[in-house]
Each structure stands twice: as structure tokens, then as C-alpha cells.
């Protein structure tokens, strides 16, 4: 989803932009969409911290390697086993707290990821931007998803796991809320990181190929019509379903939503999840939400 950015939500979802009905050509950023930060602000020396932690850090890049080394075993599987398969895709009209998911018939096998910190780092946008002292600036993101190719990099373990995926006869499909304006800088990004071929409204799926805006809920339904969606992988839970993304939605109860009994086997077990402490709707909250009331302690005086 591309979105994406800096500390800034780059919501990038460059995404969150849109009105329902309402095709997108170019970027268009939404208030929401730049309201929300992490970490400490670019200085001089040092990137911001969430930068720092998922770019740099030793940690970061083994937890993504971890995810993608499980995701590939469970597709693997899948593929070979002879069972009838079941969407992990949310059936039209349920929910993630009423989940339904439809049978996948005869149809072929695929695995569909978010693109921005899922299957590439945004690495020299993220970089020039925190450089420049930029929380996030639309104009520079046009322009990396135009002509960004191989200043991304493929994540830890997804270039292995993707090829283990493939080798096993599963599809290999994008879904990512960079615009489809910039469909061929995408593809070139993609194929330059060393990720393989993909082609727009075929294994690329981009914000504008439907009226939905940010919301991937749409583009999903499109793939499930053509496949047999057994895996999704994604750093934000848009990448899952938009309903976790609905305005209002507090904090807790965000979290009671993506880990209600009715959802939570699906995590590690057809969802898979990223950690992006950089941008995103998860980066909210205040003292009592984070925290809770009933958790405030101090020292004895």
C-alpha cells in the first residue's frame, strides 16, 4: 500500500486518500493520512528512531526474515497439500469479528502481498527525507514510486521465499497503495530488487484500478474472482481488511478487533504481518490508551 512513509504515516498509503467513487490519478494525502508520527524527528546525525530500529537494526531485519521463513513453509505446504483450499481473503459482507471465507474450487494458487515495507524498504526516499529534516512530502514520494527502482530493497528473506512460493506453483500478486499512475516505476522497483516480474492488473494491483480509494478491500475481491488466495502478508492491517481501519475505531478496541477469537488463528496461519514502527494507523494513542489507566504506577516516595 504504498503509503507509506516517514515517520509521518506516510500513509502512504499515499493512499488514504481518496473518496470512495473517486479514481486517483496522483498522490493526494488526506489530513488523517499525515497525522500521525513516531520516534524522534530527523536531526543532523541520526535517522529517526522507528527508522533506525527497522532499516538498520540487526533485529529488524530478523524479524523479517522469521516472517518470511514461515510464510514460505505455510504456502509450500498448501500448495502441495491435495485438500480443498479456502480463501483467506474475507468473504463479501463478513467481517473481521464474523469472518466468512469462501471455497477456492479449481481455481489456481497465489500469495498476495502489500509492497511498501512488506516486500521492499523504502530505503532512499526514507532516507532523503529524514536527511532534509522531512517528516513526509507527497511530491518526493511521486516521485520515488516513479523512478526509485533499484534504490529499494528487497526485505530479509523475501527474495528466498518468494522463489520457494513460486517454486511450489503459487502466484506471486502485489497489492500496494502506490498510485497506478506510477504503475511502471513499481514494476521496475519490484523486478530491480531482485523480486521478479510483475504487471499491473495482473500480479500488481495499485490505488486507482478501482473507485475504492485506499481501501484494498476491492482489488482483494478482484483476486479472489481469479484466484485461490491462500496467504497475505502485509505491515499494516488494511493489508488484511479495511473494516480495521474504520474512522472511530479507538485504539483498544482496534486491537480487540484484529485479535478477537473469530481472527486470531489467522495470524501465522495464512496472515502474515511485517513490524513497521516507522508509519501507519498503528502509530496512535495516548498515555491511558497505550498503557491503560489501570496500569499507572510510581515509585514510593
Same mark, same amino acid.
Given at each position: 500500500?504504498m503509503?507509506r512513509f /516517514?515517520i509521518s504515516?506516510?500513509?502512504?498509503s499515499?493512499?488514504?486518500?481518496s ?7 496522483v498522490?493526494?494525502l488526506?489530513k488523517?493520512?499525515l497525522?500521525t508520527q513516531?520516534?524522534e524527528k530527523?536531526?543532523p546525525?541520526?535517522? &529517526?528512531?522507528?527508522?533506525?530500529w ?6 529488524g531485519s530478523?524479524?523479517s526474515a522469521q516472517?518470511y521463513?514461515?510464510?514460505? !513453509? ?6 502441495l497439500?491435495?485438500a ?7 468473504a463479501?459482507?463478513? /467481517?473481521p ?8 474450487? %479449481?481455481?489456481?494458487l497465489?500469495a498476495?502481498?502489500?509492497?511498501d515495507?512488506?516486500l521492499?524498504w523504502?530505503?532512499?526516499?526514507m532516507r @532523503?527525507m529524514?536527511e !532534509?529534516?522531512i517528516?513526509?512530502d507527497?511530491a518526493?514520494?511521486?516521485e520515488?514510486?516513479k ?5 529499494? $530493497?528487497?526485505m &530479509?528473506g523475501?527474495?528466498e521465499a518468494l522463489k520457494t512460493?513460486?517454486?511450489a506453483g ?5 497489492? %500496494?497503495?502506490r ?5 511502471? #516505476?513499481?514494476e ?5 530488487a ?9 500480479? $500488481?494491483y495499485l490505488m486507482?484500478d478501482d473507485?475504492t480509494g485506499?481501501?484494498k478491500?476491492?482489488r482483494r475481491a478482484?483476486?479472489? /474472482?481469479?484466484y ?6 502485509g505491515? !499494516?492491517l488494511?493489508?488484511?481488511a479495511?473494516?480495521?481501519n474504520?474512522n #472511530? $475505531? ?8 484484529? %485479535?478477537?477469537?473469530a481472527i $486470531?488463528?489467522?495470524w501465522?496461519?495464512g ?7 516507522? @508509519?501507519?494507523p498503528s502509530?496512535r494513542?495516548?498515555?491511558?490508551e497505550?498503557y491503560?489507566? !489501570?496500569t499507572k504506577?510510581?515509585?514510593a516516595?
Amino acid at each position: 500500500m504504498m503509503r507509506r512513509f /516517514t515517520i509521518s504515516l506516510i500513509a502512504l498509503s499515499l493512499a488514504g486518500c481518496s473518496a470512495p467513487g473517486q479514481q486517483l490519478a496522483v498522490p493526494v494525502l488526506s489530513k488523517d493520512a499525515l497525522a500521525t508520527q513516531v520516534g524522534e524527528k530527523p536531526s543532523p546525525t541520526s535517522p &529517526p528512531t522507528g527508522q533506525q530500529w527497522l532499516y538498520g537494526s540487526a533485529e529488524g531485519s530478523i524479524v523479517s526474515a522469521q516472517v518470511y521463513k514461515t510464510m514460505a !513453509q505455510y504456502v509450500r505446504a498448501k500448495a502441495l497439500n491435495r485438500a480443498i483450499k479456502t480463501q483467506t481473503v474475507l468473504a463479501k459482507g463478513s /467481517t473481521p469479528d464474523a469472518p466468512r471465507f469462501e471455497s477456492c474450487g %479449481t481455481k489456481p494458487l497465489a500469495a498476495v502481498f502489500d509492497a511498501d515495507e512488506t516486500l521492499i524498504w523504502n530505503v532512499g526516499a526514507m532516507r @532523503y527525507m529524514a536527511e !532534509q529534516g522531512i517528516d513526509f512530502d507527497p511530491a518526493i514520494w511521486n516521485e520515488w514510486e516513479k523512478s526509485g527502482a533499484g534504490k529499494a $530493497l528487497a526485505m &530479509p528473506g523475501a527474495v528466498e521465499a518468494l522463489k520457494t512460493m513460486r517454486d511450489a506453483g503459487v502466484t506471486i500478486i502485489a497489492n %500496494t497503495n502506490r498510485t497506478a499512475a506510477n504503475a511502471k #516505476g513499481t514494476e521496475d522497483a519490484l523486478r530491480m530488487a531482485g523480486l521478479g516480474e510483475f504487471k499491473h492488473q495482473e500480479t $500488481l494491483y495499485l490505488m486507482g484500478d478501482d473507485p475504492t480509494g485506499s481501501s484494498k478491500d476491492g482489488r482483494r475481491a478482484t483476486i479472489a /474472482t481469479k484466484y485461490c488466495v491462500i496467504a497475505m502478508a502485509g505491515d !499494516q492491517l488494511g493489508d488484511f481488511a479495511h473494516a480495521f481501519n474504520a474512522n #472511530g $475505531l479507538s485504539v483498544a478496541d482496534r486491537r480487540m478487533l484484529a %485479535t478477537n477469537p473469530a481472527i $486470531l488463528p489467522l495470524w501465522g496461519n495464512g496472515w502474515f504481518m511485517f513490524p513497521n514502527p516507522v @508509519y501507519g494507523p498503528s502509530i496512535r494513542g495516548g498515555f491511558d490508551e497505550i498503557y491503560s489507566p !489501570q496500569t499507572k504506577w510510581e515509585p514510593a516516595k
